[in-house]
Protein backbone atom coordinates (compact mmCIF):
# COMPACT_ATOMS: atom_id res chain seq x y z
CA UNK A 1 0.00 0.00 0.00
CA UNK A 2 1.02 3.73 -0.69
CA UNK A 3 2.52 5.01 2.46
CA UNK A 4 0.39 8.44 1.08
CA UNK A 5 -2.47 6.38 1.81
CA UNK A 6 -2.09 4.96 4.67
CA UNK A 7 -1.06 8.29 6.65
CA UNK A 8 -4.18 9.44 5.38
CA UNK A 9 -5.88 6.56 6.80
CA UNK A 10 -4.25 7.04 10.36
CA UNK A 11 -5.22 10.70 10.41
CA UNK A 12 -9.18 9.75 9.45
CA UNK A 13 -9.11 7.63 12.30
CA UNK A 14 -7.61 10.07 14.48
CA UNK A 15 -9.90 12.77 13.85
CA UNK A 16 -12.82 10.59 14.28
CA UNK A 17 -11.27 9.08 17.87
CA UNK A 18 -10.44 12.82 18.19
CA UNK A 19 -14.58 14.09 17.30
CA UNK A 20 -15.57 11.19 19.63
CA UNK A 21 -13.65 11.90 22.71
CA UNK A 22 -14.09 15.63 22.60
CA UNK A 23 -17.92 15.01 22.67
CA UNK A 24 -18.09 11.99 25.05
CA UNK A 25 -16.56 14.12 27.33
CA UNK A 26 -18.01 17.48 26.58
CA UNK A 27 -21.36 15.49 26.91
CA UNK A 28 -20.76 13.59 30.22
CA UNK A 29 -19.21 16.40 31.97
CA UNK A 30 -21.94 18.83 30.86
CA UNK A 31 -24.67 15.92 31.94
CA UNK A 32 -22.98 15.54 35.16
CA UNK A 33 -22.39 19.14 36.45
CA UNK A 34 -26.19 19.32 35.18
CA UNK A 35 -27.15 16.62 36.98
CA UNK A 36 -25.82 17.73 40.37
CA UNK A 37 -26.52 21.64 40.23
CA UNK A 38 -29.63 21.69 42.38
CA UNK A 39 -31.69 24.11 41.54
CA UNK A 40 -29.79 25.54 38.55
CA UNK A 41 -26.82 26.23 41.03
CA UNK A 42 -24.29 25.82 38.49
CA UNK A 43 -21.55 26.27 41.12
CA UNK A 44 -22.82 23.21 43.44
CA UNK A 45 -22.52 21.25 39.99
CA UNK A 46 -18.66 22.40 39.42
CA UNK A 47 -17.63 21.45 42.61
CA UNK A 48 -18.14 17.79 41.64
CA UNK A 49 -14.10 18.74 39.60
CA UNK A 50 -12.62 17.78 42.76
CA UNK A 51 -13.46 13.76 41.89
CA UNK A 52 -11.09 12.02 39.58
CA UNK A 53 -13.45 11.05 37.47
CA UNK A 54 -14.47 14.40 36.28
CA UNK A 55 -10.83 15.98 36.34
CA UNK A 56 -9.52 12.51 34.19
CA UNK A 57 -12.06 13.56 31.99
CA UNK A 58 -11.45 17.42 31.58
CA UNK A 59 -8.05 16.26 30.68
CA UNK A 60 -9.36 14.17 28.12
CA UNK A 61 -10.97 17.03 26.32
CA UNK A 62 -8.72 19.57 26.96
CA UNK A 63 -6.13 17.05 24.98
CA UNK A 64 -8.70 16.21 22.59
CA UNK A 65 -9.82 19.76 21.94
CA UNK A 66 -5.92 20.97 21.49
CA UNK A 67 -5.22 18.62 19.03
CA UNK A 68 -8.07 19.10 17.10
CA UNK A 69 -8.45 22.74 17.04
CA UNK A 70 -4.49 23.89 18.11
CA UNK A 71 -2.99 25.04 14.78
CA UNK A 72 0.50 25.64 16.41
CA UNK A 73 2.67 22.33 15.80
CA UNK A 74 4.43 23.31 19.04
CA UNK A 75 1.31 22.99 21.28
CA UNK A 76 0.86 19.47 19.27
CA UNK A 77 3.46 18.44 20.01
CA UNK A 78 3.43 19.01 23.64
CA UNK A 79 0.16 17.16 23.86
CA UNK A 80 1.65 14.42 22.15
CA UNK A 81 4.12 14.25 24.99
CA UNK A 82 1.02 13.66 27.46
CA UNK A 83 -1.27 11.05 25.60
CA UNK A 84 0.37 8.14 27.71
CA UNK A 85 -0.21 10.24 31.22
CA UNK A 86 -3.76 10.97 29.78
CA UNK A 87 -4.78 7.70 28.98
CA UNK A 88 -3.46 6.36 32.45
CA UNK A 89 -5.36 8.41 34.10
CA UNK A 90 -8.64 7.57 32.18
CA UNK A 91 -8.38 4.21 32.00
CA UNK A 92 -7.51 4.08 35.84
CA UNK A 93 -10.95 6.24 36.35
CA UNK A 94 -12.38 3.41 34.25
CA UNK A 95 -10.96 0.60 36.12
CA UNK A 96 -11.38 1.71 39.59
CA UNK A 97 -15.19 2.76 39.33
CA UNK A 98 -15.62 -0.94 37.70
CA UNK A 99 -14.31 -2.70 39.97
CA UNK A 100 -14.79 -1.19 43.56
CA UNK A 101 -17.37 1.75 42.90
CA UNK A 102 -19.89 0.78 40.30
CA UNK A 103 -21.30 -2.41 42.61
CA UNK A 104 -22.06 -0.19 45.71
CA UNK A 105 -24.16 2.69 43.40
CA UNK A 106 -27.08 2.60 42.19
CA UNK A 107 -27.65 5.23 39.71
CA UNK A 108 -30.65 6.01 37.51
CA UNK A 109 -31.75 8.48 34.66
CA UNK A 110 -29.19 10.97 33.63
CA UNK A 111 -26.78 10.25 36.40
CA UNK A 112 -26.70 6.39 34.97
CA UNK A 113 -26.27 7.82 31.35
CA UNK A 114 -23.59 10.37 32.68
CA UNK A 115 -21.83 7.66 34.39
CA UNK A 116 -21.59 5.64 31.62
CA UNK A 117 -20.42 7.95 29.50
CA UNK A 118 -17.48 9.18 32.15
CA UNK A 119 -16.53 5.42 32.84
CA UNK A 120 -17.64 3.13 30.02
CA UNK A 121 -17.25 4.90 26.98
CA UNK A 122 -14.76 7.77 27.23
CA UNK A 123 -12.01 5.25 28.81
CA UNK A 124 -11.98 2.24 26.03
CA UNK A 125 -12.20 5.34 23.46
CA UNK A 126 -8.93 7.21 24.60
CA UNK A 127 -7.36 3.69 24.83
CA UNK A 128 -8.22 3.26 21.26
CA UNK A 129 -6.79 6.03 20.40
CA UNK A 130 -3.71 5.62 22.38
CA UNK A 131 -3.19 2.08 20.71
CA UNK A 132 -3.98 3.37 16.88
CA UNK A 133 -1.75 7.06 17.02
CA UNK A 134 0.48 6.86 19.45
CA UNK A 135 3.94 5.97 18.02
CA UNK A 136 6.51 7.11 20.38
CA UNK A 137 8.44 4.79 23.50
CA UNK A 138 8.05 5.60 26.94
CA UNK A 139 10.81 5.72 29.41
CA UNK A 140 10.57 3.68 32.72
CA UNK A 141 10.91 7.33 34.17
CA UNK A 142 7.69 8.52 32.65
CA UNK A 143 5.80 6.09 34.40
CA UNK A 144 7.20 7.38 37.51
CA UNK A 145 6.11 10.74 37.11
CA UNK A 146 3.06 9.70 35.43
CA UNK A 147 2.18 8.13 38.86
CA UNK A 148 3.06 11.38 40.70
CA UNK A 149 -0.64 13.12 40.36
CA UNK A 150 -2.89 9.77 41.16
CA UNK A 151 -1.08 9.31 44.13
CA UNK A 152 -1.33 13.35 45.18
CA UNK A 153 -4.74 12.86 44.30
CA UNK A 154 -5.43 10.27 46.96
Same mark, same amino acid.
Not at 86 to 113: A, H, K, Q
Given at each position: ????F??M?Y?RI??? @????? %? =?ST #? ?5 NT??? !??? $? ?7 D?KF?? @????? %? =??? #?????L???K? !??? $???R???G??T????L ?6 I ?6 E ?6 I ?11 LMF ?5 C???R ?10 S?P?V??
Amino acid at each position: MDERFLAMKYSRIEKV @LLWML %L =VST #FSGITLNTINH !SDG $GDILKGLSDFKFFT @LQSNA %L =VFL #FAAGLLFAGKE !SIT $GKLRFVTGAITSYIMLTGTVYLIILEPIYELYGSERIASSILHYITPPLMFLFWLTCEKRRYSYREFIKWLSYPLVFM
